[in-house]
């Protein structure tokens, strides 16, 4: 996987072998998600869990419940983003001014 530069993006893991942050992400700073036995999401409060548990999630009720919810927010969060772009862009438009 390569970014916008032409940077390849390399996922890493941890002691648990968790590939993704809590969010999904398999790239802190990129619009890339990973959700499955391989990806490795971490326990928090919203994938629920022991609050000591050093290990991956994984289950029925975490894929039922808990990655729709992540994915939902997730959209809403980067939708969030463009509204504030295009808000900025439009208040310093012309008739002129291409949005896209």
């Known amino acids: 996987i390569f970014d916008r530069n032409g940077v390849e993006l390399s996922p890493t893991s941890d002691d648990s072998g968790s ?3 809590a969010d999904g992400r398999l790239f802190p700073d ?4 990973a959700f499955g036995l391989g990806a490795g999401l971490r326990t928090n409060k919203e ?3 022991e609050p000591g548990c050093t290990r991956r999630a994984d289950g029925i009720w975490l894929y039922q419940y808990a990655v729709g919810s992540i994915i939902r927010n997730s959209i809403k969060q980067r ?3 463009w509204m504030r772009i295009y808000n900025r862009i439009g208040s310093n438009a012309s008739v002129d001014t291409p949005l896209h």
Do not use: L
Request: charged share 10%; aromatic share 8%.
């Open 30 to 33: 990129h619009q890339i998600y």
């Open 79 to 81: 939708s969030m983003e």
């Open 19 to 21: 590939c993704v942050g």
């Open 47 to 49: 994938t629920g869990g």
